[in-house]
């Protein structure tokens, strides 16, 4: 398709900007914007000192009364193209999917499904594998989205109104009457503050998770099923298709107190009534959709005994579906009403939703028997395919908590029975002693005991699970996920606190009841590293097992991309995550035991992100299985699940992804190879993990020069979350948090946890190895990992650029200490960057991919700007008292670059 229409559309809203800027600032702010624009296009063109400088001072000569004006510009721009980009997404897809006879959209349902049937796949073999497909993605408050959700609403009604001038039509008047209802956004967006002037609560990050579920994935799951049982009738015209409900959303708002004691159990409970009640409402809304159009009279067609029974009394009404709808919504107000403890006139679901599902059944069975079939399947089964994907939860809450904080509890319980000392004790010992007491039926709390306030909300969050799983169903909390997990312990920890709150019963007979999965999260290289061991001592713990086997020997472990990478650098995190699955995998396998990874990705490369369809692609084959459970964190929610369209596409990519990547079984021979090439890589990431920890935590001086040259203090300052930046009050890296780390470095353009360290490590492998070139460019054209990783270090190149990054170097106090790490940096990336253009065989970076290559050429000059402000606001606010008025204006200034910078470059942390 022809790129004129996103270029219209980008022009549209340019010129709008244009028009609003001048309406609402003057002529001499939109001259300003001009001026600065042209001399950023100038030094990207040209990039001499004397540019430089010419650049420098027109940045500098911007009033300081109309710095926010000329800031707020260049990024509501940036929101506007992205709007744009986005829509020409849809467009794009659309295209593909009219040309019927056309190749496939590269990621797409279609596409996966056609390779399966080429590649001789039988009906059979991919049934099985549709049959046991799982995918989770899990919506995280990680304090990466920078963008107000007033601002996000405003962007969905500009991108609404955009894509109706694509509808040929239209008449001028339509036409005009559009123009205007866009311009009326712009002008609203202009007047809106894109800062947020506190911290959001954790109601308010859980009712901003809710809100894409409300708005966007309520209607798009179900669509996704379809759209695959389409192409599977399609592709396999022999076999009739029903695809089980695999696809469903997670949430840790309200669930992840990991360093975050705003999150109590009274506020989870809450969280558990807001997901139920969103749920409800969503039904309700279908429902009376659904009686409006169900006004089948007996009169005329037959209802099944069955549906008529179920409507007791006596009088059998003339229109029963529409009688049947109304029982069902007042069943449905019922169970409201008594999950929030007020009397229910009516029969309440207390069963969860297998009743409401039971109840729908009968309307659509009755439908199908009567010549109402169409129905049924446009009308009806949708529905119930969304009480299957959303329950009464909405969306599956994870809770999290830090194994410190599950020690201190269990030693201080310990302590009040008389065994004394539990914290000082060897793992082995404390691995004896916990399955000792987890095998013993009583219990080691009674209500007598007093607990110190920090344990008492240890255990109400227990009991909070079970209060919960008892009323909204088992699927609304099914996993406690233990931080900084290190040992058996830390596992067998949370077990014992689940027994404790009844989550955790042994009958008679030898079997337990166990209504929790309990998963580690391993963070650090050495977490890694040391995981396997881990894994295997916990499958062969005889209490662990038991607990297991009521869980249906399968386990869930989670793996942290964030602190791997802050600990190791890009390449050795990815390797380590990498080694860790085929070890763990092996070790299941030996013990019966199926494993379902949770991969804590973020939407910074550095952090695990990137392409969804590429990420899960990369994985070992034997790590998928058909299950993946992947965290959605930040600014990637709203970049994603924003738009039906764009979310369509986002999941697509996610379901094909997983269905290729486990029907990919190797041969011996690929095994083989794989094991040569897993030995280049060994070396490579023992010497980038050198490199990276040399210049990171090595170097005395690089923690000054990370806090100067960048606004991580100022970050601190935009309320984008209702976590605290850091674990501890500490100025180590060790004990920053991963995500203002990434962020960090994205704003000063230098995205360093992206890249640093793969350009030695290569440079120094061919040095020994000369003929290796050819090795790594076969790897990366047939290794999945390897392509995934050389292709997310190739976007990172592409967005940092050393030339702004150079300004940032000029805040650090020191210049020695700035011109030797700067001088340093810029070093490696240039080997990176030859590093990437050598293995992937082009000439200049992204040369492979000439849209996205276009894309941030032109958005540089645009970017370039806010980074020249960022650097010289940074100086002056540091300069001045932040509590004095002078200094919070400059702040504000400051905050304002932050979300352009973000903006501009689409992604944060």
Same mark, same amino acid.
């Given at each position: 398709?022809?790129?004129?229409?996103?270029?219209?559309?980008?022009?549209?809203?340019?010129?709008?900007?244009?028009?609003?800027?001048?309406?609402?600032?003057?002529?001499?702010?939109?001259?300003?914007?001009?001026?600065?624009?042209?001399?950023?296009?100038?030094?990207?063109?040209?990039?001499?000192?004397?540019?430089?400088?010419?650049?420098?001072?027109?940045?500098?000569?911007?009033?300081?009364?109309?710095?926010?004006?000329?800031?707020?510009?260049?990024?509501?721009?940036?929101?506007?193209?992205?709007?744009?980009?986005?829509?020409?997404?849809?467009?794009?897809?659309?295209?593909?999917?009219?040309?019927?006879?056309?190749?496939?959209?590269?990621?797409?349902?279609?596409?996966?499904?056609?390779?399966?049937?080429?590649?001789?796949?039988?009906?059979?073999?991919?049934?099985?594998?549709?049959?046991?497909?799982?995918?989770?993605?899990?919506?995280?408050?990680?304090?990466?989205?920078?963008?107000?959700?007033?601002?996000?609403?405003?962007?969905? *009604?500009?991108?609404?109104? $955009? #894509?109706?001038?694509? %509808?040929? /039509?239209?008449?001028?008047? !339509? +036409?005009?009457?559009?123009?205007?209802?866009?311009?009326?956004?712009?002008?609203?967006?202009?007047?809106?503050?894109?800062?947020?002037? *506190?911290?959001?609560?954790? $109601? #308010?990050?859980?009712? %901003?998770? /809710?809100?894409?579920?409300? !708005? +966007?994935?309520?209607?798009?799951?179900?669509?996704?099923?379809?759209?695959?049982?389409?192409?599977?009738?399609?592709?396999?015209?022999? *076999?009739?298709?029903?695809?089980?409900?695999?696809?469903?959303?997670?949430?840790?708002?309200?669930?992840?107190?990991?360093?975050?004691?705003?999150?109590?159990?009274?506020?989870?409970?809450?969280?558990?009534?807001?997901?139920?009640?969103?749920?409800?409402?969503?039904?309700?809304?279908?429902?009376?959709?659904?009686?409006?159009?169900?006004?089948?009279?007996?009169?005329?067609?037959?209802?099944?005994?069955?549906?008529?029974?179920?409507?007791?009394?006596?009088?059998?009404?003339?229109?029963?579906?529409?009688?049947?709808?109304?029982?069902?919504?007042?069943?449905?107000?019922?169970?409201?009403?008594?999950?929030?403890?007020?009397?229910?006139?009516?029969?309440?679901?207390?069963?969860?939703?297998?009743?409401?599902?039971?109840?729908?059944?009968?309307?659509?069975?009755?439908?199908?028997?009567?010549?109402?079939?169409?129905?049924?399947?446009?009308?009806?089964?949708?529905?119930?395919?969304?009480?299957?994907?959303?329950?009464?939860?909405?969306?599956?809450?994870?809770?999290?908590?830090?194994?410190?904080?599950?020690?201190?509890?269990?030693?201080?319980?310990?302590?009040?029975?008389?065994?004394?000392?539990?914290?000082?004790?060897?793992?082995?010992?404390?691995?004896?002693?916990?399955?000792?007491?987890?095998?013993?039926?009583?219990?080691?709390?009674?209500?007598?005991?007093?607990?110190?306030?920090?344990?008492?909300?240890?255990?109400?969050?227990?009991?909070?699970?079970?209060?919960?799983?008892?009323?909204?169903?088992?699927?609304?909390?099914?996993?406690?996920?233990?931080?900084?997990?290190?040992?058996?312990?830390?596992?067998?920890?949370?077990?014992?606190?689940?027994?404790?709150?009844?989550?955790?019963?042994?009958?008679?007979?030898?079997?337990?009841?166990?209504?929790?999965?309990?998963?580690?999260?391993?963070?650090?290289?050495?977490?890694?590293?040391?995981?396997?061991?881990?894994?295997?001592?916990?499958?062969?713990?005889?209490?662990?097992?038991?607990?297991?086997?009521?869980?249906?020997?399968?386990?869930?472990?989670?793996?942290?991309?964030?602190?791997?990478?802050?600990?190791?650098?890009?390449?050795?995190?990815?390797?380590?995550?990498?080694?860790?699955?085929?070890?763990?995998?092996?070790?299941?396998?030996?013990?019966?035991?199926?494993?379902?990874?949770?991969?804590?990705?973020?939407?910074?490369?550095?952090?695990?992100?990137?392409?969804?369809?590429?990420?899960?692609?990369?994985?070992?084959?034997?790590?998928?299985?058909?299950?993946?459970?992947?965290?959605?964190?930040?600014?990637?929610?709203?970049?994603?699940?924003?738009?039906?369209?764009?979310?369509?596409?986002?999941?697509?990519?996610?379901?094909?992804?997983?269905?290729?990547?486990?029907?990919?079984?190797?041969?011996?021979?690929?095994?083989?190879?794989?094991?040569?090439?897993?030995?280049?890589?060994?070396?490579?990431?023992?010497?980038?993990?050198?490199?990276?920890?040399?210049?990171?935590?090595?170097?005395?001086?690089?923690?000054?020069?990370?806090?100067?040259?960048?606004?991580?203090?100022?970050?601190?300052?935009?309320?984008?979350?209702?976590?605290?930046?850091?674990?501890?009050?500490?100025?180590?890296?060790?004990?920053?948090?991963?995500?203002?780390?990434?962020?960090?470095?994205?704003?000063?353009?230098?995205?360093?946890?992206?890249?640093?360290?793969?350009?030695?490590?290569?440079?120094?492998?061919?040095?020994?190895?000369?003929?290796?070139?050819?090795?790594?460019?076969?790897?990366?054209?047939?290794?999945?990992?390897?392509?995934?990783?050389?292709?997310?270090?190739?976007?990172?190149?592409?967005?940092?650029?050393?030339?702004?990054?150079?300004?940032?170097?000029?805040?650090?106090?020191?210049?020695?200490?700035?011109?030797?790490?700067?001088?340093?940096?810029?070093?490696?990336?240039?080997?990176?960057?030859?590093?990437?253009?050598?293995?992937?065989?082009?000439?200049?970076?992204?040369?492979?991919?000439?849209?996205?290559?276009?894309?941030?050429?032109?958005?540089?000059?645009?970017?370039?700007?806010?980074?020249?402000?960022?650097?010289?606001?940074?100086?002056?606010?540091?300069?001045?008292?932040?509590?004095?008025?002078?200094?919070?204006?400059?702040?504000?200034?400051?905050?304002?670059?932050?979300?352009?910078?973000?903006?501009?470059?689409?992604?944060?942390?």
């Amino acid at each position: 398709m022809s790129e004129s229409l996103l270029h219209r559309d980008v022009r549209i809203l340019g010129n709008l900007l244009g028009e609003v800027i001048i309406e609402q600032c003057g002529r001499h702010v939109f001259d300003l914007v001009e001026n600065i624009r042209l001399a950023a296009k100038e030094l990207r063109a040209n990039d001499t000192p004397d540019n430089q400088e010419k650049f420098l001072a027109t940045v500098r000569a911007v009033p300081e009364h109309l710095r926010s004006d000329v800031i707020r510009a260049f990024t509501i721009y940036f929101q506007l193209v992205n709007i744009a980009e986005q829509n020409h997404r849809i467009r794009r897809k659309r295209d593909y999917e009219r040309n019927v006879g056309s190749q496939p959209q590269r990621g797409s349902i279609r596409a996966a499904v056609l390779q399966l049937k080429e590649s001789g796949a039988t009906a059979e073999a991919v049934a099985a594998l549709i049959d046991q497909l799982g995918i989770e993605l899990v919506l995280t408050a990680h304090p990466t989205e920078a963008t107000r959700r007033t601002v996000l609403e405003k962007h969905q *009604r500009i991108a609404y109104i $955009l #894509e109706q001038f694509d %509808n040929p /039509l239209l008449g001028p008047r !339509e +036409i005009r009457n559009l123009e205007r209802s866009l311009k009326a956004e712009v002008v609203g967006l202009w007047q809106t503050s894109a800062i947020r002037r *506190r911290r959001p609560t954790v $109601l #308010e990050e859980v009712r %901003n998770g /809710l809100y894409f579920l409300d !708005e +966007i994935l309520f209607d798009v799951l179900p669509q996704v099923h379809l759209m695959l049982e389409e192409q599977l009738s399609e592709a396999y015209p022999d *076999r009739h298709w029903e695809v089980p409900s695999f696809l469903r959303f997670g949430s840790w708002m309200g669930g992840d107190r990991d360093g975050n004691p705003n999150v109590t159990a009274e506020l989870t409970f809450q969280t558990l009534l807001l997901h139920f009640d969103l749920a409800l409402r969503k039904y309700e809304e279908r429902l009376r959709e659904l009686g409006r159009v169900l006004s089948q009279s007996l009169r005329v067609v037959g209802v099944s005994q069955e549906l008529i029974a179920s409507l007791g009394g006596k009088d059998v009404p003339d229109e029963p579906y529409r009688a049947k709808v109304d029982q069902i919504l007042r069943r449905l107000e019922a169970t409201r009403q008594r999950f929030h403890g007020q009397e229910a006139d009516a029969d309440a679901y207390t069963d969860g939703p297998g009743g409401l599902i039971a109840d729908l059944k009968l309307i659509e069975d009755s439908l199908v028997a009567n010549r109402g079939q169409v129905i049924a399947e446009t009308q009806v089964r949708p529905l119930i395919r969304q009480v299957e994907l959303f329950g009464f939860h909405m969306a599956t809450l994870d809770i999290r908590q830090s194994s410190d904080v599950h020690e201190a509890a269990v030693a201080e319980l310990l302590d009040l029975a008389g065994i004394p000392g539990y914290a000082a004790m060897a793992e082995a010992e404390k691995i004896r002693l916990l399955t000792e007491l987890l095998q013993e039926p009583r219990l080691l709390c009674n209500p007598y005991m007093q607990h110190s306030p920090q344990t008492q909300e240890v255990l109400a969050v227990f009991h909070t699970i079970r209060r919960g799983q008892d009323l909204f169903g088992p699927e609304c909390i099914q996993n406690y996920l233990i931080s900084m997990t290190e040992g058996v312990s830390d596992l067998l920890e949370v077990l014992l606190l689940a027994k404790e709150a009844g989550l955790l019963l042994w009958h008679k007979d030898g079997r337990a009841t166990s209504r929790l999965h309990v998963v580690p999260l391993f963070e650090t290289i050495a977490d890694l590293r040391h995981a396997p061991e881990v894994v295997r001592q916990l499958f062969e713990n005889p209490v662990f097992r038991r607990h297991l086997a009521a869980r249906g020997n399968r386990q869930e472990i989670m793996l942290g991309y964030s602190d791997s990478n802050k600990d190791g650098g890009y390449l050795t995190a990815n390797w380590e995550l990498y080694k860790c699955q085929k070890a763990i995998c092996h070790i299941a396998a030996e013990h019966g035991i199926r494993v379902k990874f949770f991969h804590g990705r973020g939407g910074a490369l550095g952090r695990g992100g990137g392409p969804i369809g590429r990420s899960i692609m990369a994985q070992p084959p034997e790590a998928l299985q058909g299950k993946v459970k992947i965290t959605e964190q930040g600014e990637i929610i709203s970049q994603r699940y924003s738009h039906p369209g764009i979310a369509i596409r986002s999941l697509e990519s996610a379901v094909a992804a997983v269905i290729l990547g486990s029907m990919n079984v190797q041969t011996a021979e690929m095994r083989e190879q794989e094991q040569r090439w897993s030995r280049i890589v060994e070396q490579l990431s023992e010497d980038s993990f050198r490199t990276y920890q040399d210049l990171v935590y090595r170097d005395p001086d690089f923690l000054t020069y990370f806090q100067e040259s960048t606004p991580i203090s100022e970050i601190g300052e935009l309320n984008i979350g209702s976590r605290p930046a850091k674990r501890r009050d500490s100025t180590r890296i060790q004990d920053l948090r991963a995500i203002p780390w990434t962020f960090s470095w994205t704003q000063n353009r230098t995205l360093l946890p992206a890249w640093y360290g793969f350009g030695t490590a290569v440079e120094h492998y061919l040095q020994a190895h000369p003929e290796a070139v050819a090795d790594f460019r076969q790897m990366y054209r047939q290794w999945p990992f390897f392509n995934a990783l050389i292709e997310n270090l190739q976007m990172a190149l592409a967005k940092a650029d050393m030339l702004i990054a150079a300004q940032y170097q000029t805040l650090v106090g020191d210049p020695r200490v700035a011109e030797r790490i700067f001088s340093q940096v810029r070093a490696e990336y240039e080997r990176t960057k030859r590093a990437v253009l050598t293995i992937i065989g082009i000439g200049e970076i992204l040369e492979n991919s000439p849209v996205i290559q276009e894309s941030i050429r032109l958005r540089n000059p645009y970017v370039d700007p806010l980074s020249f402000f960022q650097v010289m606001l940074l100086r002056e606010l540091r300069a001045c008292a932040h509590d004095t008025p002078e200094g919070r204006q400059k702040l504000d200034t400051v905050l304002l670059t932050i979300n352009g910078i973000a903006a501009g470059l689409r992604n944060t942390g």
